[in-house]
């Protein structure tokens, strides 16, 4: 009898698992819905647990969905290039969790408020980097492009890594960016976990990714691209007299 209900136990939990990974047949991925479960805090508590043991994850920004590890870690930096099968020449972007964070690893060329009025935000701000940040990120360049993303799960978790996050786009290179999980579902097995938080944007724009702007020289800005956010951007960089070079 006691087998018997043991058996039906298996059976049941395992109709379950069935169930669950029907959809798309994905049943080993981590799939972590950020409306579910545990506040977003200890989510986040989680993911920057998972990045500082080297680990690379899926996680929402406020445009397209990310793929993340710690800046400050080669083999997990050199895991994302294999996981996107990026040539390791394209540079990543870090995030970081406040405008005071900007000034550890970009030297800033522009007034504290230009940085407020911008970020959080769907801008990418390119500057000389600083010694702090790990020499094997981004070999080939000076620069370095710092995000602070306008959405509160990614920023808590640099927060709580108190490290940049490198940042790339969740697409494997040349394929569209991803708004929602499922859009890189293919990807989901190579990465330790995925932080689902719905379909990001309400507008198709949102796919165009952050604005990306040298300001690396002062005076100046430079459109690396023009992303969501390009008019609000350069309107705010403009009240600052910057001008706009090629
Ligand atoms: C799934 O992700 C969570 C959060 O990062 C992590 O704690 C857990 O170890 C992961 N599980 C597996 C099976 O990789
Ligand atoms: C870097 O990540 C690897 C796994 O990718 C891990 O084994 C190692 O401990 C991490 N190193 C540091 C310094 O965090
Ligand atoms: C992601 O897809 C976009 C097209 O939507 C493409 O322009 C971009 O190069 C891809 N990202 C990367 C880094 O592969």
Redesign the pocket.
């Known amino acids: 009898m006691k087998i018997f209900t043991l058996f039906l136990q298996l059976a049941k939990s395992l109709g379950t698992a069935a169930a669950e990974a029907a959809p798309n047949g994905l049943s080993m991925s981590?799939v972590?819905r950020l409306w579910e479960g545990p506040s977003l805090a200890t989510h986040a508590e989680?993911?920057s647990?998972?990045l500082l043991s080297g680990?690379v994850?899926a996680v929402p920004t406020d445009t397209l969905y990310g793929i993340a590890a710690l800046a400050q870690n080669n083999t997990a930096i050199e895991r994302i290039y294999e996981i996107k099968r990026r040539s390791s020449t394209k540079p990543l972007a870090i995030c970081v969790s406040t405008v005071e964070d900007i000034y550890l690893w970009g030297k800033v060329t522009v007034p504290h408020s230009l940085l407020t009025s911008l970020l959080p935000g769907p801008v990418t701000l390119v500057f000389q980097r600083t010694k702090q940040l790990n020499l094997a990120f981004n070999p080939g360049t000076d620069l370095v492009g710092i995000r602070i993303p306008n959405e509160d799960f990614i920023r808590a978790v640099a927060r709580c890594c108190s490290s940049p996050l490198a940042l790339t786009s969740a697409n494997i290179s040349s394929k569209a960016s991803p708004v929602c999980v499922e859009e890189f579902s293919e990807l989901w097995s190579k990465l330790?976990?995925v932080f689902d938080s719905g379909h990001l944007g309400e507008h198709l724009e949102s796919r165009e990714g952050s604005t990306i702007v040298d300001l690396s020289h002062p005076g100046t800005y430079r459109l690396i691209r023009r992303g969501i956010a390009y008019e609000q951007t350069s309107k705010i960089l403009q009240s600052y007299d910057l001008c706009l070079t090629d």
């Open positions: 981590n972590t989680k993911a647990a998972a680990h994850i330790h976990a």
